[in-house]
């Protein structure tokens, strides 16, 4: 690892990233790589891969628990992902999704599940989805001591209301946008992910505000870009969204090892004298 580039720029942190880190990474033009993390082996291996943020996402729903949609993880689900993470790490900043209806409510449920997945699961962030109505929240947890990542553009808690997962910011709800993203900068939010929007809108977002932006599906002119490892790595099958690229194909690989196990079992080949007591 010693004869790889540094993924933090000029900002070189010896222990845990820090928030300073990332906004010092900003300020230097130094775009950097977020990825989701479920489990200890993946969040090692990102850890060791140069991946300085992670995301324990409500996207476990998906992709860990077989739901049809992120709505159905609970606090208690995710903590126990969160806790697995954050153990299994010691350089990437642990960022935790708030799941749907754990704090929409009011600014004291937020900061009551916040304050959970501090304690219990170890996690240095949180991050919560929505547009200006949720500025309370992110004040209480700020003045609180709790980094908080806002969620901008397309917001997949919403999508029922938001009539599916659609493209947003067309037009003249670019603009909202920008000013939720300045809203939530003087909140005190750390960073802004920034999902499913036109490229120019996430640029437009990136220039207006001082913290990093996170894009998922918003240009390539955001301060960082977040994928699910799972679509990013190739165990996903069917249609993929547009902005997901797949830079493996682990699927494939884990079924071929899968298929010659089972095979070998079946010959009697396995195990063999060397793998015999």
């Not at 209301?161 to 993203?181: E, F, K, M, N, T």
Request: glycine letters at 10%; charged letters at 20%.
């Amino acid at each position: 690892m010693s004869d790889q580039p540094s993924p933090y720029g000029n900002t070189k942190p010896t222990t845990r990233v820090r928030i300073p880190h990332l906004k010092q990474m900003k300020i230097e033009g130094q775009k950097w790589a977020m990825l989701t993390a479920y489990d200890m082996y993946s969040a090692a291996i990102f850890e060791e891969a140069g991946i300085p943020v992670l995301l324990v996402g409500d996207s476990a729903s998906n992709n860990v628990y077989g739901n049809d949609s992120t709505l159905s993880v609970t606090v208690d689900e995710l903590i126990s992902l969160v806790r697995a993470v954050s153990r299994s790490t010691r350089r990437a900043l642990v960022i935790a999704d708030l799941p749907f209806g754990s704090y929409q409510a009011s600014a004291e449920q937020c900061f009551h599940t916040a304050v959970r997945f501090m304690k219990e699961a170890g996690a240095q962030a949180v991050k919560l989805e929505g547009g200006i109505e949720m500025l309370p929240q992110v004040e209480k947890l700020v003045s609180s001591g709790i980094p908080v990542m806002a969620h901008i553009g397309f917001t997949p808690q919403m999508e029922h209301q938001l009539g599916g997962y659609r493209v947003q910011g067309r037009g003249d709800d670019a603009q909202r946008l920008i000013d939720s993203a300045k809203a939530f900068e003087a909140a005190g939010a750390f960073a802004i992910l920034i999902e499913m929007v036109p490229g120019d809108v996430g640029r437009a977002i990136t220039e207006a505000v001082s913290i990093p932006t996170v894009g998922i599906g918003a240009g390539n002119q955001c301060d960082a870009q977040v994928l699910v490892w799972q679509d990013m790595a190739g165990l996903r099958t069917g249609r993929l969204p547009r902005f997901v690229k797949q830079y493996a194909d682990l699927r494939s690989v884990l079924h071929t090892a899968a298929s010659d196990f089972a095979r070998e079992v079946g010959e009697g080949t396995f195990p063999s004298p060397e793998h015999t007591f």
